[in-house]
């Protein structure tokens, strides 16, 4: 078992930034452990979401289906598509108590949209649970923390 | 956010009568920020509107902050129980009382002179009263209270106005039965709205939400990537793989604004062919997520056999055999009430026009009471997957209010159809007018009694 520096998260989480600010979602897909599971919580950062609603909870086949969705050409909310740019920052690494194998990255990101004329900001803190196999690291949880998790958002049908 | 006069604002008086033909509207009654200001005064200043659930007011002191219209509001609960809607206004100096949405709190102190108010309006204390001299009478300084408020099924409804129809009237026996068959499918009659809330924005007329909440015209064409999922599970669901769409749900008008898409007899269709009738067989939001492959548990649990069965007994205990298994096929309802409820599937929504071209809306899952956790759980993933900024749903139909709000800035042909399907619908033994399911009658239900609100002769 390797632990992360702090440089091979930020590596890794510029180069998954990338892919979803190009919309590369199907290789941004392939970064998915099939036990993954992708959460958006709304209102406050942290519930059960067997008891609460969320912006999005899926787990891998509810995230294939997403970007298979999102190619399909009649996601109308994104078509045209949203342009993306995001920041990311304050990266933290943690190793997962009783979990070898398991490395956990937190960060906070600055992400700006413009679609149809129209641009707007988000911004969050994204807490990574990565399993760290045969050199490569694989997405086993995705929590995104909206800073506006609690107000009206008009559009978030592009990935975080 | 405000549009430009058109000619209909300069002119003085709007000639309703002009704007909204039989299967027609002019586009002008979605852009014209006249007419919006009209319709908060005569619709949601003075009509029924649906507030909050009573389970978001759960122990006495609970409050929930709204908008109504224009009126800043809170809604709470006594000490005795009963449900008040006050102004959200300090009556000293105007300030907003109560900043946040939900909470607990039995009085409620302005936080520029301290003045201090019960959570049923009545001031308790001015600050320094001897200010006021001799005759001061703080009973002159209650907040002002919503002259009425009423309740049908735990659904909270205010009028800012002493006069008009009873609730009883505005909703009609038609609306109750489908307030009815949602909140029913609890085996104790309970829904509970405790699971959050999904709030998203467009910038478009209120109108084309509750005008698109009722439309199954446009189900196959917007949310057609949906639809390419939910139908091989209700054709799976037949055991036979055949399309039995053949039995179709159709359209019905509720009167006085109220509208529904009908899905009874497709679901009852099916259920007689599979033997099958958990709310989770046909909640349309559940059967998009039903998709191949190995599911995460905690996503996507199954409801177990014994959680089957148990609320099974539980809903004939209740209701009678008979009764639970019609209602557990009808499986709540969908059903737009006038002007700013829906109940579709497990879904709470409540719409909240801001300006003639912003629209707020806030959705929220109803809870089973009574019901197995798992299939609560699967009636929140139906309704975070179908409503919300990043659904599959809503975002779409948003997109389609945006563009209209954008496609009707042109007015020299202003006239909006809606004429589909006028020469078929016909009217049933219950007074409801039933009409092809791909049929444009829920619309004509909405803006004619819209016209009528907006003239003067209905409240």
Redesign the interface.
């Known amino acids: 078992m390797t632990t992360w520096t702090r440089a091979d998260a930020e590596t890794w989480l510029y180069r998954e930034a990338r892919l979803l600010d190009e919309r590369r979602y199907d290789e941004w897909f392939g970064l998915w452990d099939r ?1 993954g ?1 992708y959460w ?1 919580p ?3 950062d942290d ?1 059960d ?14 995230l ?3 970007v298979e ?1 999102l190619g ?1 050409g ?4 994104q ?1 045209p598509p949203s342009r993306l740019r995001r920041l990311v920052s304050n990266v933290e690494v943690e190793a997962v108590a009783d979990a070898p194998g398991l490395t956990a990255l937190r960060s906070n990101f600055l992400l700006v949209e413009l679609r ?1 004329h129209v641009q707007d900001v988000f911004a969050g803190t994204a807490l990574h649970t990565l399993r760290l196999e045969d050199g490569r690291a694989r997405i086993v949880r995705k929590v995104v923390r909206l800073l506006d998790n ?8 592009f990935l975080l | 956010m405000t549009t430009a006069p058109t000619e209909l604002a300069s002119s003085g008086v709007i000639p309703y009568d002009d704007l909204v033909g039989r299967g027609r509207v002019d586009g002008r009654i979605y852009t014209d920020a006249s007419i919006f200001d009209e319709e908060m005064e005569r619709i949601f200043h003075r009509g029924w509107v649906y507030v909050a659930h009573e389970s978001e007011l759960p122990e006495a002191g609970s409050f929930v902050t709204d908008v109504v219209g224009r009126q800043p509001i809170i809604v709470t609960r006594d000490e005795d129980g009963e449900f008040h809607a006050v102004a959200n206004r300090c009556s000293h100096r105007g300030t907003l009382l109560c900043p946040v949405e939900r909470g607990v709190a039995k009085t409620f102190t302005c936080i520029y002179h301290a003045w201090k108010f019960r959570n049923t309006g009545e001031l308790l204390a001015a600050t320094f009263p001897d200010g006021y001299g001799p005759d001061f009478d703080k009973s002159n300084f209650d907040l002002a209270r919503a002259p009425r408020l009423a309740v049908y099924r735990g659904f909270i409804f205010v009028s800012l106005s002493p006069d008009g129809v009873s609730l009883d009237e505005h909703l009609g026996e038609n609306a109750k039965h489908q307030i009815d068959l949602f909140v029913d499918l609890s085996p104790t009659g309970k829904v509970e709205l ?10 478009g007329n209120w109108k084309a939400t509750i005008e698109n909440g009722v439309d199954a015209y446009h189900a196959q064409f ?1 949310h ?2 949906w639809m390419s ?1 939910v139908r091989p599970v209700r054709q799976g669901a037949s055991g036979s793989g055949e399309d039995h769409e053949v039995v179709l749900p159709s359209i019905r008008a509720l009167g006085r604004g109220h509208a529904m898409i009908d899905f009874r007899d497709l679901r009852h269709s099916i259920a007689r062919r599979t033997g099958r009738s958990l709310p989770t067989d046909f909640d349309q939001e559940i059967m998009a ?1 039903r ?6 548990p ?4 199954e409801l177990s056999p014994e959680d089957a069965r148990a609320y099974t007994e539980a809903m004939e205990q209740a209701y009678g055999k008979e009764r639970a298994h019609r209602l557990m096929v009808d499986n709540g309802t969908h059903v737009g009430i006038f002007p700013n409820l829906a109940l579709i599937g497990a879904s709470v929504r409540k719409t909240r026009p801001v300006a003639v071209d912003r629209t ?2 806030q ?3 109803a ?1 089973l009471d009574g019901a197995p ?1 798992a299939m ?2 699967l009636r ?2 139906g ?2 997957d179908f409503w ?5 749903g809503h ?2 139909d ?3 209010w ?1 563009r209209a709000n954008l496609g009707l800035q042109h007015t020299a042909s202003p006239w909006v159809d809606f004429s589909r399907g006028v020469y078929r619908e016909q009217i049933d033994r219950d007074g409801t007018v039933v009409g092809h399911v791909t049929d444009e009658g829920s619309q004509r239900e909405i803006l004619s009694h819209w016209l009528r609100v907006m003239t003067g002769s209905a409240t």
């Open positions: 036990d599971v958006i709304a209102n406050e519930y979401p067997a008891t609460h609603v969320s912006l999005l909870y899926k787990d891998w086949v509810g294939r289906d997403r969705r399909s009649v996601a109308y909310a078509s149809r609690d107000e009206p958002i008009d559009n978030l049908t | 405790a699971g959050g809330v999904l709030r998203y924005w467009y910038r917007v057609r990537y999922k997520l998709l191949e492959g190995e599911r995460h905690d996503v996507m649990p707020e809306i959705v929220q899952a809870m956790k609560n759980t929140i993933r309704v975070e919300g900024p990043a659904s599959q975002a779409d948003a997109e389609v945006e």
